[in-house]
């Protein structure tokens, strides 16, 4: 695709860019007093219009554009329109949330489309030195929406210790970089693989891979690169976390994909090993941290980590189905993520009135809507049976069942009994017996865009646990998108006919 044309392999990056700098611009036209509100719901429409251009580009045969560093296929596709979603429940969120006089509210909105180009780029990117770039654009945005709640001195502090150590992994990223182009002569991701075996110095490459597994390691929080996550977790506004616990770290997983199947293949027993210990250990620190937790944003920040060793399961298969199957779980576990998060922000606002555990209890009797709701996501989480989590973890240790990854199976399945304590601690709180708690009380009545949130969540939860196929079809069309032995085919084409 040459010409005009190729602004369709990047029309929804291109909706996202138009939509923030209207936002910019239109902010301080407004009066020092006038509500932001009206600017969230104008991102709200321009994240609509950039689901439906994700949608659309379904439609078009698999193809690079600008000088081959972008590509649309069915596994861009299938990131972009979760990246699109998730931005979507955020903004409706931040809208309920955020009271009519918060302060840089329309900035808020601004960067979180803003973010979501630069995740959009890395999911489409097939030129190494582009991923940097969207890596770049998506991790400032997160630094400063992470420092939102300028007045609590948690939130600028938990944004100095994510910006300095993000920092360090993006340099680790970037060396990476120029170690795989010192060895191959070449940044263009599908090249790589093919100058690789022919490469005189395959230590080069070894290491360049251990530095990219470093970076995109801290991106997605796995362990031993996830000291971050808790205090990142606790110090931002509950819609900012449900953000950055999905949406970067659906991007992350996305080129960590690309980068090992499609550019290093050659050197799946350097990376595989690796892969395999950062799955076992992420899984297992992250739920026995979880376990001593009180604090609610805390412990799911210890969780985040173990799902991001369940997803790093499904990468040891070496096969489509694994790819697949992170691709399956990382949007079940965002529709949950995300989910849980607006309950939170909705009973304890952008100020996060509510930390505990124990503040919640009684809340099923308060708020029924409220409690139902949570009770649904932690069950998911949990993996019962009928929702995204259980399904999700089913076909992730699947696919490393049939890889012959048993011990890593049986860890993944000790820690899911794990987890469940937890969880439940959560839930049983929600619906022992309510005591007085002027926190509580204090609850308002839900409104309609966390109706519509909600509704998404709990939506897209029950049919990636009750209905997968279409979903499914889509995570692995796009699957043989990245596997060598897959047949070339259109985004459609593969979609329309999963092997």
């Not at 580009?57 to 861009?76: R, Y």
């Not at 979603?85 to 803003?114: H, K, Q, R």
């Not at 049983?428 to 998404?456: E, N």
């Not at 196929?469 to 897959?486: C, E, H, I, M, Q």
Request: aromatic share 10%.
């Amino acid at each position: 695709m040459t010409g005009p044309a190729q602004i369709f392999r990047i029309l929804p990056e291109a909706i996202l860019i138009v939509t923030g700098v209207i936002i910019m611009l239109a902010e301080p036209l407004l009066a020092k007093n006038a509500s932001r509100k009206p600017l969230g719901w104008l991102a709200v429409l321009g994240t609509l219009v950039t689901l439906a251009a994700s949608l659309w580009q379904m439609q078009l045969p698999a193809g690079t554009a600008f000088f081959g560093t972008v590509q649309t296929d069915a596994f861009s596709v299938f990131f972009h329109i979760l990246i699109a979603g998730i931005v979507l429940a955020t903004l409706l969120v931040t809208l309920d949330a955020a009271g009519p006089n918060e302060e840089n509210l329309g900035e808020l909105f601004a960067l979180t489309c803003f973010g979501a180009v630069g995740m959009m780029l890395m999911t489409s990117a097939v030129e190494l030195l582009l991923v940097f770039i969207g890596l770049e654009i998506s991790s400032i945005s997160t630094y400063i929406l992470s420092a939102f709640r300028k007045k609590s001195a948690k939130g600028p502090e938990s944004a100095i210790k994510y910006f300095l150590l993000g920092s360090f992994a993006t340099a680790f990223f970037l060396y990476g970089i120029a170690l795989i182009f010192g060895t191959t002569g070449t940044t263009h991701i599908p090249e790589i693989a093919g100058l690789l075996t022919t490469s005189q110095t395959p230590i080069l490459a070894t290491i360049g891979l251990t530095m990219i597994l470093i970076g995109l390691g801290f991106k997605v929080s796995a362990v031993p690169f996830q000291v971050w996550t808790p205090d990142v977790y606790e110090g931002a506004p509950s819609p900012v976390v449900g953000l950055m616990s999905t949406a970067p770290k659906a991007a992350a997983f996305a080129v960590l994909l690309r980068v090992l199947y499609v550019a290093l293949p050659a050197l799946h027993n350097h990376w595989q090993p690796l892969v395999w210990w950062m799955a076992a250990l992420s899984m297992t620190f992250g739920n026995l941290g979880a376990l001593r937790q009180q604090n609610v944003k805390r412990m799911l920040a210890y969780s985040s980590i173990a799902h991001a060793g369940y997803t790093l399961v499904a990468f040891t298969a070496l096969s489509t189905d694994g790819i697949a199957a992170a691709s399956f779980y990382t949007m079940g576990y965002a529709a949950m993520n995300v989910g849980i998060f607006a309950v939170f922000s909705h009973a304890g606002g952008m100020g996060d009135r509510l930390t505990l555990i124990q503040d919640y209890r009684g809340l099923a009797y308060r708020s029924p809507l409220l409690g139902g709701a949570l009770a649904f996501f932690l069950v998911s989480l949990i993996g019962i049976p009928f929702t995204g989590g259980f399904f999700g973890k089913f076909y992730v240790f699947t696919a490393a069942l049939h890889s012959g990854m048993v011990w890593l199976t049986i860890i993944g399945l000790v820690n899911s009994g794990i987890a469940a304590y937890y969880y439940l601690r959560l839930l049983v709180s929600a619906y022992s017996k309510p005591v007085h708690s002027d926190l509580l009380d204090g609850i308002p009545p839900a409104t309609a865009p966390l109706l519509v949130a909600l509704l998404l969540t709990v939506a897209a939860t029950l049919i990636l646990g009750i209905v997968p196929g279409r979903v499914l079809a889509l995570a692995k069309a796009g699957a043989n998108t990245l596997s060598p032995s897959a047949p070339e085919s259109g985004a459609n084409t593969a979609a329309a006919n999963p092997q």
